[in-house]
């Protein structure tokens, strides 16, 4: 039995409590009126991306300040971009993948440099500071321009493009000779250079420009009259500086898809410089400083980092690895005065390391012995155990094991033959 079944009131004053008990679960919500307005702020930023909208990407911040202020929002700037962002995640939504026994249009890759950068979408180039990633943008640029069919190996597509470069992180005192060493600018006098063909646009630390609304929209306004055009982008971290986002979050990711969105018209292509974390060995995609959702953001990655100069610090040789939507590379390379020289590869790198791990594992008479058959082999001669007694000092048993032993450790080859007194074993060194 209740408190009010056993009050003492009459049947209709019993009624009323119990309606002003339940009186807010008997009586409708009212609905939130910023909720209302935040759904309908929403709902109008949705309309941005879909295929038919008819307000431009550089046009959607002034519609949403407007629209906003009609509704009766305040809005700040940032606030007004991570609306966007929010839109656009909300639009890309969850993907579906492909069903089987469908006809599915496998993209082309068209590439700038073949194997490293993409054409007419986004490159990440990212390596720890000081590891020569913005020298080896502008050498490759200069290759390029100069007419040359490749560099480091791999093949240039087609004619050098109009150069913009997005130089926010260095001073021009810092550029100046950099692009003067590689012959994109000449020097006038001890105050002034002259940029050259192909760079249409540069941007530095004391002219600086930044991946906000009115940083894209210089940007789109250039991009017009320049497609086609190659971006170098240095870097991304100074660009968004003032957007005051956390490379930690997954949001770092948002200015880099709204340049795309802005770029991709004009057929940009876009190389973005970013600084690395310190994780050793990491792969290209872990190697880039902050959140993945920069990494996942991208076409292309590649990474720049030391070979080996923890374990040898004379050792000057760069690693390159990319990592993307195609065939990865791996590349080892080294910068002399004039540029970047191509070393060889990580599988002949590797290979090395074996054959001078081997070596030092060799016993005092197999050196001996392979030291002979190598000088003898540049002579275009073969050496016989004969050989190794007469030379060497070697009984016949010695000199046939010691050989046998470098065979199978893959140093020398040994060729059977035969004379007047039976089979015999002729030596050379394995090419």
């Known amino acids: 039995m209740s408190y009010l079944d056993r009050a003492p009131l009459p049947p209709e004053r019993k009624l009323e409590a119990l309606k002003d008990a339940f009186k807010e679960h008997l009586e409708p919500v009212k609905p939130d009126p910023m909720a209302e307005k935040l759904l309908q702020l929403d709902e109008e930023v949705d309309k941005f991306f879909l295929p038919d909208s008819i307000i431009k990407p550089t046009d959607r911040y002034i519609y949403i300040r407007d629209f906003s202020k009609a509704i009766g929002i305040k809005l700040t700037e940032k606030e007004i971009h991570q609306k966007l962002w929010q839109g656009r995640k909300r639009f890309e939504g969850v993907a579906e993948g492909f069903d089987p026994h469908t006809l599915l249009e496998v ?76 012959g994109l600018a000449k020097k006038i006098d001890d105050d002034h250079i002259e940029l050259l063909d192909p760079i249409v646009k540069l941007f530095t630390a004391d002219t600086p420009i930044h991946l906000d609304r009115d940083g894209l929209e210089n940007l789109v306004n250039l991009a017009a009259d320049n497609v086609g055009a190659l971006w170098l982008f240095d870097s991304y971290s100074k660009l968004t500086a003032p957007l005051g986002l956390q490379e930690s979050s997954a949001e770092i990711a948002y200015p880099m898809q709204d340049l795309n969105e802005y770029l991709s018209p004009y057929k940009a292509t876009q190389v973005i410089i970013h600084h690395s974390g310190k994780q050793k060995g990491a792969s290209p995609v872990m190697a880039s400083r902050g959140s993945t959702s920069l990494t996942a953001a991208v076409s292309q990655i590649i990474s720049l980092k030391w070979f080996n100069r923890e374990e040898d610090r004379n050792d000057k040789r760069l690693l390159i690895e990319t990592e993307g939507r195609s065939t990865d590379v791996s590349l080892l390379i080294s910068q002399e005065s004039q540029g970047f020289i191509l070393e060889g590869t990580v599988e002949e790198e590797i290979e090395k390391q074996k054959y001078n791990e081997k070596l030092e594992n060799l016993t005092d008479n197999q050196y001996e012995v392979l030291e002979l058959i190598t000088t003898s082999s540049k002579e275009g001669i073969e050496i016989t155990t004969k050989d190794l007694k007469e030379q060497l000092g070697l009984s016949s048993k010695t000199a046939l094991r010691t050989c046998r032993a470098l065979v199978k450790k893959s140093f020398i080859l040994e060729r059977v033959g035969s004379n007047d007194k039976g089979k015999i074993s002729f030596f050379k060194l394995k090419p």
């Not at 943008?137 to 493009?161: Q, T, V």
């Open 107 to 182: 993209p082309k890759v068209d590439w700038a440099w073949d194997g490293l950068w993409r054409s007419s979408t986004q490159n990440l180039l990212v390596s720890l500071p000081k590891c020569g990633k913005t020298t080896l943008a502008i050498d490759a640029i200069a290759h390029w321009h100069r007419g040359n069919s490749e560099f480091l190996g791999h093949r240039f597509i087609g004619k050098c493009p109009k150069i913009i470069i997005i130089g926010t992180d260095m001073a021009l005192s810092d550029w100046s000779p950099l692009l003067c060493r590689f």
